[in-house]
């Protein structure tokens, strides 16, 4: 590998991105085991890998770090993230099963559009109502790894609310997308 493309890699954003990677197999360890410690330890490893999520991109842009390996790995990281949390939630009760099902469905349609668009040169930017959508996920993912009442906050319940923001979001920014490519395609094609 060439050394300037090996410093445009090996850049703070994209270790961050390997933290929040290196932090998956953590939270999925943790929510295989009952207890309070095993939760608590599961929304400790994943809120770290969210807060990751949040820092990466604005270091990249703030200090000139943007790189195509980061714009491939960062959405990636996430949606390991999302989707292996909320399909080890399953098993333990945590989360209903319909809801990872239409979520993950969701984020693999976006991802299939976004490379459509790419293949006909249609860039689709990220809405604030897909970063709404992520910010809930991320808080009522966090919620339910935490799962037992802290402070006489029953996070378990907090967590599921917050979940049910995060579908309606989830459904919505995935329409917005839809259109927003709808739009794009027919002009692109006129």
């Not at 009952?34 to 703030?62: C, I, N, P, Q, Y």
Request: one cysteine or more.
């Amino acid at each position: 590998m060439p050394a300037e493309a090996e410093k445009r890699i090996a850049n703070l954003p994209n270790a961050l991105t390997g933290f929040r990677l290196a932090c998956i197999p953590l939270v999925v360890l943790c929510l295989q085991f009952e207890g309070r410690m095993a939760a608590f330890l599961a929304a400790l490893f994943f809120g770290l890998a969210s807060v990751t999520d949040f820092l990466d991109g604005f270091l990249a842009r703030k200090y000139g770090n943007v790189t195509v390996f980061g714009k491939f790995l960062d959405p990636l990281a996430d949606k390991i993230l999302i989707s292996l949390t909320m399909i080890a939630l399953i098993p333990l009760d945590r989360i209903p099963l319909w809801i990872v099902m239409l979520i993950i469905a969701r984020e693999m349609a976006i991802t299939g559009l976004r490379a459509i668009a790419v293949s006909e040169g249609i860039v689709i930017q990220a809405s604030a109502l897909g970063k709404y959508k992520t910010i809930f996920q991320s808080v009522s993912l966090a919620g339910l790894c935490l799962h037992y009442a802290y402070l006489g906050i029953d996070f378990h319940f907090l967590g599921l609310m917050l979940l049910y923001v995060a579908l309606i979001l989830t459904l919505w920014s995935g329409w917005d997308y839809f259109s927003h490519f709808r739009k794009l395609f027919v002009r692109s094609e006129v």
